[in-house]
């Protein structure tokens, strides 16, 4: 049963109750309960057919476009990573596998956030959670450097938050801890240059041209950290209002 489509048909059919009834004891009966258990599993989402071929074949490796989901794939795929871990996939590749680093890896995640969190809502009551657990599922060391990096970085370009002063100041001070790094690099994508913050300003008063050319500037990284997300947002608000680029480039984006 190597094809899942056809499996799945067959293992959701009539076939393994009827062998039931007939007190035919096959291997059929246990693929029927797993694959009727991962069907009813609304977690799973678009996983779902992933996993049916790691039900059938439990010596493939977990897969997502087309690349292997390693340590490595979490560290450049932070997003994907923390979307994947909140499903139940880490609870199936234990049970179909015998494969448990990725429940290692979110309970890790869970461990560090009751540690964490708290401590970074003090500092930064608007912090992005999402982005918190982007950096929560790195290794420490990892984003201790990229703190380190990024500070020195963005002081050099004089950079400045566009909202908050006290994040300003974390920016400026001499030896931060670790939680006022993660709402740092949580933030990034809220500090700009000083020369684009005018555009930033105009954006925020509903400025469609600057609404678009904020999309621009966040999908390529000019003047502000590159961010997927925040170019979708701003372009979607200067589409709202009718700006034919921020229609084009913003449905680019989203199909890309």
């Known amino acids: 049963m190597g094809n899942p489509d056809v499996a799945g048909n067959l293992l959701l059919s009539g076939i393994p109750n009827w062998l039931r009834r007939l007190n035919i004891d096959h291997p059929i009966l246990e693929w029927s309960g797993i694959f009727k258990e991962i069907e009813t599993d609304e977690e799973l989402g678009i996983y779902k057919d992933l996993i049916r071929r790691i039900a059938l074949n439990p010596e493939l490796p977990l897969v997502l476009k087309d690349k292997e989901v390693t340590l490595g794939w979490f560290q450049e795929n932070r997003r994907e990573g923390v979307k994947l871990l909140k499903t139940t996939i880490p609870k199936w590749l234990s049970r179909l596998k015998g494969d448990k680093w990725l429940e290692e890896l979110r309970q890790e995640l869970h461990q560090k956030k009751e540690k964490y969190w708290p401590r970074v809502k003090r500092i930064h009551d608007e ?92 999908t390529y990284g000019l003047g502000v950290e590159q961010d997927e997300a925040e170019a979708v947002k701003w372009y979607r608000k200067a589409a709202d209002q009718g700006h034919e680029e921020a229609k084009k480039f913003g449905a680019g984006i989203v199909k890309g």
Not at 168 to 191: C, D, P, T, Y
């Open 127 to 218: 912090v992005s959670e999402e982005k918190v657990d982007e950096l929560l599922i790195q290794p420490v060391e990892d984003v201790i450097q990229e703190v380190v990096d990024w500070v020195e970085q963005y002081r050099n370009e004089k950079r400045v938050h566009v909202s908050s002063s006290g994040v300003n100041q974390l920016l400026e001070k001499g030896e931060l801890n670790f939680e006022e790094g993660i709402v740092l690099l949580a933030n990034r994508a809220l500090f700009v240059t000083e020369e684009f913050l005018r555009v930033y300003r105009a954006a925020e008063q509903e400025d469609a041209d600057a609404q678009s050319s904020l999309g621009f500037a966040y």
